[in-house]
């Protein structure tokens, strides 16, 4: 092990004992955490939505629920939803990665802010 990753090694359990360093970066941690929950509720929401929907889709035109729901052919409404599905699962990463920009703009300051007041301790 060379010196630079004993000092290294070092410098990181000095840093679990300094309690105001920890306090700052536990409220940094907070701080990235409330930026990112929003978009990651929203993204594992309508993804699973989004595959519900297409899996109900692909269940009415490939299987007999048509028939029990009353629905004479199936196979048309059965591919539409299917894939509006689709189209949902599509666009879910992108509006995740807006919600996530919009967020990010947002506690930007106060983010940079606390860090460079860690960074210069």
């Known amino acids: 092990m060379n010196k630079n990753d004993q000092e290294f090694i070092i410098q990181k359990i000095r840093t679990q004992y300094t309690e105001k360093q920890t306090a700052e970066l536990d409220a940094l941690r907070a701080l990235d955490a409330k930026v990112k929950r929003p978009a990651k509720v929203f993204a594992y929401t309508f993804g699973s939505v989004a595959a519900l929907v297409m899996g109900s889709g692909m269940s009415l035109a490939m299987t007999d629920i048509g028939a029990s729901l009353g629905i004479s052919e199936p196979m048309r409404p059965g591919i539409v939803i299917g894939v509006a599905g ?10 995740y990665k807006k919600i996530l920009s919009s ?13 460079d007041k860690i960074m210069s301790k």
């Open 86 to 95: 689709m189209l949902m699962a599509i666009i879910n990463y992108p509006v």
């Open 103 to 115: 967020r990010k703009k947002k506690y930007a300051d106060k983010i940079i802010a606390l860090s």
